[in-house]
Structures are given as C-alpha cells and as structure tokens.
C-alpha cells in the first residue's frame, strides 16, 4: 500500500474516517456506525465484471473493470480470444446472471439443471423451494 492511497482516501472521506492506517500490507479505516451504510451502499449499475491480466513478456499485472445494469446484464464475452475465459464466464453467468454475448455455452457449471435465479444476487427469496431433481442410485 503507497502513502499516496492512504493520503488520498484521508482526504477523500475526511469527515466519516475516524482513522486510517496500513496493518499487514492492508488499508484499515475506522468509521462511526452512522456512517457506513453512505460508504458502503451500492453503486449504478448494479453489477461489475472484473476482469484480471497478466503480461508474461512485462510482468505487469492488469485489472479491467465494466459496470452493467441489473436490467440487462451483457457483456460481449472474451472466449473468442481466450478460450480459457469459457468456464469463468459459465460461473459468473451461474451465479450472477451476467450474459457473456458470444460464449457458446452458458449451461449451469455449479448449479443444476432447472435451478431457477442466480444466488450471488441474493434478490430471490431465501426460503424458495427448488426444484427437485431425481438422485440416480
């Protein structure tokens, strides 16, 4: 952590940081309570894709970062240049719901078959009933 990003979220969040400090390589800031939630809230759109590179030739790490609406959650999908990007695709499109535009196959990886909603959301009722779905002997 660079003083430079503790100096800039002191500054930032003046008012609601009670105090910041660097412990284990990891930014700590201390808030009241009445002020978490305004930190904390969600953002527009709702849902963000990250995606993480690495240069073997620059050994540089990279992150890319999208925002799509929880109305239409698409992103075109990457499987076209990386084929490894099929299987994390598959899993964020399980869990999340997120329409990867382009992947050839978007069947439920950690999910059966006629699960219905995408848990990570956590927008569908706790208590709804599943499905069920015959165990083989």
């Known amino acids: 952590m660079t003083p430079g990003v503790l100096n800039t979220l002191k500054e930032r969040l003046a008012r609601e940081v009670g ?7 990891m930014l700590v800031l201390v808030l009241a309570p009445a002020d978490l939630l305004g930190i904390v809230q969600g953002q527009t759109p709702r849902f963000e894709v990250v995606y993480h590179f690495y240069s073997t030739a620059h050994r540089v790490r990279v992150r890319l970062k999208t925002r799509v609406p929880e109305a239409d959650p698409a992103v075109e999908s990457l499987v ?4 490894s990007a099929h299987y994390m695709e598959r899993e964020c499109h399980d869990m999340y719901g997120i329409v990867f535009r382009g992947n050839p196959d978007l069947r439920p990886i950690l999910l059966y078959e006629g ?3 995408h ?12 499905p069920l779905v015959p165990y083989r002997s």
């Open 80 to 83: 076209p240049l990386y084929g």
């Open 119 to 130: 848990p990570l959301r956590k927008d569908y009722p706790k208590r709804q009933e599943q």
């Open 115 to 117: 699960f219905v909603g």
């Open 19 to 25: 105090d910041a400090s660097v412990s284990h390589g």
